[in-house]
Nanobody
Framework: QVQLVESGGGLVQPGGSLRLSCAAS????????INWYRQAPGKERELVAT???????NYADSMKGRFTIARDNAKKTVYLQMNSLKPEDTAVYYC????????????WGQGTQVLVSS
């Protein structure tokens, strides 16, 4: 049974920080690129960050310098450290695993809510 379980979301004040976790099971984690996406109410889902099987990272421009993605293959877990949070970061954040090299397998978690508000 493939599972991606996000955790770490919650309510935080503007300027604060959160660290999201995505725990994987049921597949060969170290053979998958991992992405974080988010979706705010009334908006389309957008890519937040990517980490490859080699540990290379990429970020959307609006997150660059504030967010950091990392993976721990031994723990089969990926993290998203979010700093300097803004109200516009409010969204449901989703973990996505994409197999390499072809992307044949594509798995999603159920999401964790992040609310940035004073």
């Amino acid at each position: 049974q493939v599972q991606l379980v996000e955790s770490g979301g919650g309510l935080v004040q503007p300027g604060g920080s959160l660290r999201l976790s995505c725990a994987a099971s049921g597949f060969t984690f170290n053979q998958y690129n991992i992405n974080w996406y988010r979706q705010a109410p009334g908006k389309e889902r957008e890519l937040v960050a990517t980490i490859s099987v080699r540990g290379n990272t990429n970020y959307a421009d609006s997150m660059k310098g504030r967010f950091t993605i990392a993976r721990d293959n031994a723990k089969k877990t990926v993290y998203l450290q979010m700093n300097s949070l803004k109200p516009e970061d409010t969204a449901v954040y989703y973990c996505n695993a994409l197999s390499v090299p072809t992307g044949k397998y594509n798995y999603w978690g159920q999401g964790t809510q992040v609310l940035v508000s004073s």
